[in-house]
């Protein structure tokens, strides 16, 4: 899943970012709000958390000017801002959960968790393919009840295909939700990360949908 932070007050936006990161998120950064409105629009993030203080164009304006845009994503609103009034004009902007600083550091990536896999439209954190089951809380995969262990990249690819099950993912979409900017989709690297999870896995639940990309189900058992 890859993730927006928009905070201009670098100490705090590295600290997210890297927090975000531990719990298996790619993550951008935004340091003002011509650069956010700029990213926030041009680039496909699967949420965002936007601070409201910002040099430039204010957090507010920047998240009316992403729905403007048809940008849908899942905006989390991380503020000093406690006040109704600010709320108020958060969530009238188009924001889906706001958070007042100081806050739990958990707390930001749990949220954004729940957001996202709202707007995937999974009611539930546990989604069942088959004998795979994963925990989108806890960002964690169960193979017939057992933890699966997986690197890193993996798990972020495995995550994006469940989260998209019985869906044809290309080979692109996965890119840019998945991978850090410096690699290359073109490149063989995502064919030989199937390639490893699939053996992981043991069982033929990643499909190659041949010129369109990749499908995860269970069609042995129904599960489309
Ligand atoms: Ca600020």
Same mark, same amino acid.
């Given at each position: 899943?890859?993730?927006?932070?928009?905070?201009?007050?670098?100490?705090?936006?590295?600290?997210?970012?890297?927090?975000?990161?531990?719990?298996?998120?790619?993550?951008?950064?935004?340091?003002?709000? %011509?650069?956010?409105?700029? +990213?926030?629009?041009?680039?496909?993030?699967?949420?965002?958390?936007?601070?409201?203080?910002?040099?430039?164009?204010?957090?507010?304006?920047?998240?009316?000017?992403?729905?403007?845009?048809?940008?849908?994503?899942?905006?989390?609103?991380?503020?000093?801002?406690?006040?109704?009034?600010?709320?108020?004009?958060?969530?009238?902007?188009?924001?889906?959960?706001?958070?007042?600083?100081?806050?739990?550091?958990?707390?930001?990536?749990?949220?954004?968790?729940?957001? +996202?896999?709202?707007?995937?439209?999974?009611? *539930?954190?546990?989604?069942?393919?088959?004998?795979?089951?994963?925990?989108? %809380?806890?960002?964690?995969? +169960?193979?017939?009840?057992?933890?699966?262990?997986?690197?890193?990249?993996?798990?972020?690819?495995?995550?994006?295909?469940?989260?998209? *099950?019985?869906?044809?993912?290309?080979?692109?979409?996965?890119?840019? *939700?998945?991978?850090?900017?410096?690699?290359?989709?073109? !490149?063989?690297?995502?064919?030989?990360?199937?390639?490893?999870?699939?053996?992981?896995?043991?069982?033929?639940?990643?499909?190659?949908?041949?010129?369109?990309?990749?499908?995860?189900?269970?069609? !042995?058992?129904?599960?489309?």
């Amino acid at each position: 899943m890859r993730v927006l932070v928009v905070e201009d007050d670098d100490a705090l936006a590295d600290r997210i970012a890297e927090d975000l990161r531990l719990s298996g998120m790619v993550v951008d950064i935004a340091r003002d709000g %011509n650069q956010a409105d700029f +990213m926030g629009c041009t680039e496909a993030y699967d949420a965002a958390v936007l601070d409201l203080g910002l040099p430039g164009l204010d957090g507010v304006s920047v998240l009316r000017s992403w729905r403007e845009h048809g940008r849908d994503m899942p905006v989390l609103i991380l503020s000093a801002r406690g006040r109704w009034s600010d709320k108020l004009a958060g969530f009238d902007a188009g924001a889906d959960d706001y958070l007042t600083k100081p806050f739990l550091h958990e707390e930001v990536a749990l949220r954004l968790r729940v957001l +996202m896999r709202r707007a995937r439209g999974h009611a *539930h954190p546990l989604i069942t393919v088959g004998p795979l089951s994963y925990d989108s %809380n806890a960002d964690r995969f +169960m193979l017939e009840g057992r933890p699966l262990v997986l690197t890193a990249q993996e798990q972020l690819i495995l995550a994006y295909l469940i989260q998209r *099950h019985g869906c044809v993912v290309s080979r692109s979409e996965i890119a840019e *939700h998945v991978y850090a900017r410096d690699l290359d989709p073109d !490149s063989n690297t995502l064919d030989v990360m199937i390639g490893r999870i699939r053996r992981r896995l043991g069982h033929p639940l990643i499909h190659t949908e041949r010129g369109r990309g990749y499908r995860l189900a269970d069609d !042995s058992g129904g599960d489309g």
